[in-house]
T-cell receptor, first 116, second 109 residues
């Protein structure tokens, strides 16, 4: 199956700093990637849809100036959490559609962010 | 509003069969997904149903009834490694994935 990687797998940062998370599709091209956030014991919450060559589409309630998304190429999307606060501590997961019909979502392994 | 309901937690015995239900109310429907998520890991794709009926894939089967807004995931010959959360998700009319909160399945020996 298709492979999506994320880097870093975990990161600890101080409050007020910025953190960049990379999402790469390793063996397929992805014009669209999705960024999710998941708090403990809760389901996935879609944050934004990353589109190659154009601006990301953010879900209601997600601050686009705080969560900067750049889809630089057909295999790379980045999420930058700016001026991080402890409440931003969460599990961030990206996914990309693949498969013949394009309906299978392949998820990256996730990035656990802890803001101290 | 859009809503997906599934039980919060279920317990089953190794070697047995368990059925995890999912009901949905969404604006439009373009398919229903089941994903497995082990603690601390990302979800992995299990199945996709867009037509009514049962799709079987090894020990796992998924059923869909569009008229009832209902699906279930059936796991047979349960193994300890099946202990995980099972997420139901629906593609709405805009192909946006709407996620359920997940069902935590606990397998006991």
């Amino acid at each position: 199956g298709a492979v999506v990687s994320q880097h870093p797998s975990w990161v600890i940062c101080k409050s007020g700093t910025s953190v960049k998370i990379e999402c790469r599709s390793l063996d397929f091209q992805a014009t669209t990637m999705f960024w999710y956030r998941q708090f403990p014991k809760q389901s996935l919450m879609l944050m934004a849809t990353s589109n190659e060559g154009s601006k990301a589409t953010y879900e209601q309630g997600v601050e686009k100036d705080k969560f900067l998304i750049n889809h630089a190429s057909l295999t790379l999307s980045t999420l930058t959490v700016t001026s991080a606060h402890p409440e931003d501590s969460s599990f961030y997961i990206c996914s990309a559609p693949s498969g013949i019909a394009g309906y299978e979502q392949y998820f990256g392994p996730g990035t656990r962010l802890t803001v101290t | 509003g859009q809503n997906i309901d599934q039980p919060t937690e279920m317990t089953a015995t190794e070697g047995a069969i368990v059925q995890i239900n999912c009901t949905y109310q969404t604006s439009g429907f373009n398919g229903l997904f089941w994903y497995q998520q082990h603690a601390g890991e990302a979800p992995t794709f299990l199945s996709y149903n867009v037509l009514d009926g049962l799709e079987e894939k090894g020990r796992f089967s998924s059923f869909l009834s569009r008229s009832k807004g209902y699906s279930y995931l059936l796991l047979k010959e349960l193994q300890m490694k099946d202990s995980a959360s099972y997420l139901c998700a629906v593609w709405d009319s805009n192909y946006q994935l709407i996620w359920g909160a997940g069902t935590k399945l606990i397998i006991k020996p």
